[in-house]
């Protein structure tokens, strides 16, 4: 089993940064691929960015703002969130997968941007 635990959310300011952090534990070698999703009151998840070896994949809303770094020696994956907008306010979740134990999910964090 892997267990994710997410933080560094809250209530920012448009324009302004956040760095969230995803903990893993567990099993964390059998993952092969890890990923940030969000989901906004009343929206569907949607997948924000992901590594897969050594590609990484920002979705279009968050390219050239997000930058998404894993960090083996310290069992983390981080998102760091720059120029935030309102649109930008969901849930954050951090997912893993691997190939024998299937997906992994964090409880989630909120990320709120307001004036």
């Known amino acids: 089993q892997v267990e994710l635990v997410e933080s560094g959310g809250g209530l920012v300011q448009p324009g302004g940064s956040l760095r969230l952090s995803c903990v893993a534990s567990?099993?964390?070698?059998?993952?092969?691929?890890w990923a940030w999703y969000r989901q906004a009151p009343g929206k569907q998840r949607e997948l924000v960015a992901r590594?897969?070896?050594?590609?990484?994949t920002l979705s279009d809303s968050v390219k050239g703002r997000f930058t998404m770094t894993t960090s083996a020696a310290e069992a983390t994956v981080y998102l760091q969130m720059n120029s935030l907008k309102p649109e930008d306010t969901a849930v954050y979740f951090c997912?893993?997968?691997?190939?024998?134990?299937?997906?992994?999910w964090g409880q989630g964090t909120q990320v709120t941007v307001s004036p």
């Open positions: 567990g099993n964390v070698f059998s993952v092969y691929t």
């Open positions: 590594v897969l070896g050594s590609s990484t």
């Open positions: 997912y893993g997968r691997s190939r024998a134990l299937g997906d992994h």
